[in-house]
């Protein structure tokens, strides 16, 4: 299988549970909330490239020329938020988490980190947000109450954007075979979050009139074994591997673990070296909010 062809996953292959919201997120709090997991997700999770926020703030020019307020809600340790700081006067990230938002950086002038519920922005008068982003967060949360609060929040021509990468493939076709296994062939049912995130998004839709979405740009970085693991980790705590978060791996990491250790043994050994050229999908649903 060519790394190219296989980089889109056919959503067909996964059955997505169908659990209520509330027992879906109590399900998967425990891997953003928590010292021990936020500080697993800060080192592995990758920021997105300058042109993803290129993309998304040039859109919001499209509507209003003079961008003064961004918030990014659901923002991690503010892998998704820094980069609208070059575009707007002031960026908040906002988390539900209070151990992914102290990893936020503190020391951008115009950038600060809240803790606080998507469906409860307070802090934000009606009407006073000029870009409501989320990356790879909205599948996370209550979609419909999330919707009414950030369209709360949203001034007239404002714009929401949400979108993320998903599973990582490598340009190495060594790699790119055991990340396919790992994060494709081994797994048959995907809760709806993972499911929603596997198919990049592709039932939502922003509701707003005239809304797009961007398909087609990729980001590259290089990725260490530790890089790769962790990302895994993550997934395989997901779908109940090492759910008391101690130290016995889910049978999946163990397996991938094991087979990255046989293929590239150099590179298990320096652990932290980003030996791995890995290549993501992004996508990037936007709309404007009408004006009147
Ligand atoms: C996969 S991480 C994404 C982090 C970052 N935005 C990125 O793109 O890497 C999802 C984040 O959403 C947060 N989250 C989940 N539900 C939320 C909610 N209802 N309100 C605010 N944040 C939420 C989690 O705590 C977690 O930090």
């Given amino acids: 299988m060519s790394t190219e062809s296989s980089l889109r996953v056919s959503a067909t292959k996964f059955n997505s549970e169908s659990k209520s919201d509330a027992e879906s997120l109590s399900k998967v709090s425990f891997?953003?909330?928590?010292?021990?997991?936020?500080?697993?997700?800060?080192?592995?999770?990758?920021?997105?490239?300058?042109?993803?926020?290129?993309?998304?703030?040039?859109?919001?020019?499209?509507?209003?020329?003079?961008?003064?307020l961004a918030v990014d809600v659901g923002c991690g340790p503010g892998n998704s938020t820094v980069g609208f700081t070059k575009h707007f006067k002031q960026v908040i990230g906002v988390?539900?988490?209070?151990t992914q938002i102290a990893?936020?950086?503190?020391?951008?002038?115009?950038?600060?980190?809240?803790?606080?519920?998507?469906?409860?922005?307070?802090?934000?008068?009606?009407?006073?947000?000029?870009?409501?982003?989320?990356g790879l967060a909205f599948n996370l949360m209550p979609q419909e109450e999330t919707l009414a609060e950030f369209d709360r929040v949203l001034r007239p021509?404002?714009?929401?954007?949400?979108?993320?990468?998903?599973?990582?493939?490598?340009?190495?076709?060594?790699?790119?075979?055991?990340l396919?296994?790992?994060?494709?062939?081994d797994l048959t049912v995907l809760p709806k979050q993972l499911a929603m995130v596997y198919e990049e998004y592709k039932n939502l839709e922003i509701p707003?009139?005239?809304?797009?979405?961007?398909?087609?740009?990729?980001?590259?970085?290089?990725?260490?074994?530790?890089?790769?693991?962790?990302?895994?980790?993550?997934?395989?705590?997901?779908?109940?591997?090492?759910?008391?978060?101690?130290?016995?791996?889910?049978?999946?990491?163990?397996?991938?673990?094991?087979?990255?250790?046989?293929a590239f043994p150099d590179s298990y050994k320096h652990s932290s070296r980003g030996d791995f050229e890995t290549v993501f999908n992004v996508f990037i649903l936007m709309g404007h909010k009408p004006k009147p």
Avoid at 95 to 98: G, K, R
């Fill in 95 to 98: 988390d539900i988490s209070e």
């Fill in 180 to 185: 396919q296994k790992a994060f494709i062939e």
């Fill in 31 to 68: 891997l953003f909330v928590g010292q021990k997991e936020s500080n697993e997700y800060a080192v592995t999770r990758h920021s997105y490239s300058e042109e993803v926020f290129q993309i998304i703030s040039n859109y919001c020019r499209e509507s209003i020329q003079d961008l003064n």
């Fill in 157 to 178: 021509g404002g714009t929401l954007a949400i979108f993320g990468y998903s599973i990582p493939t490598a340009t190495d076709p060594k790699l790119h075979g055991l």
């Fill in 103 to 134: 990893l936020a950086p503190n020391n951008i002038p115009n950038c600060q980190f809240k803790v606080g519920s998507a469906t409860n922005l307070d802090f934000l008068q009606a009407g006073s947000v000029d870009l409501v982003a989320s």
């Fill in 208 to 262: 707003y009139p005239g809304w797009v979405r961007r398909d087609g740009l990729k980001v590259k970085f290089m990725t260490s074994m530790d890089g790769l693991l962790g990302a895994y980790k993550v997934l395989d705590r997901w779908l109940g591997g090492n759910k008391e978060g101690g130290n016995i791996e889910g049978h999946r990491l163990r397996q991938l673990r094991e087979n990255l250790a046989a």
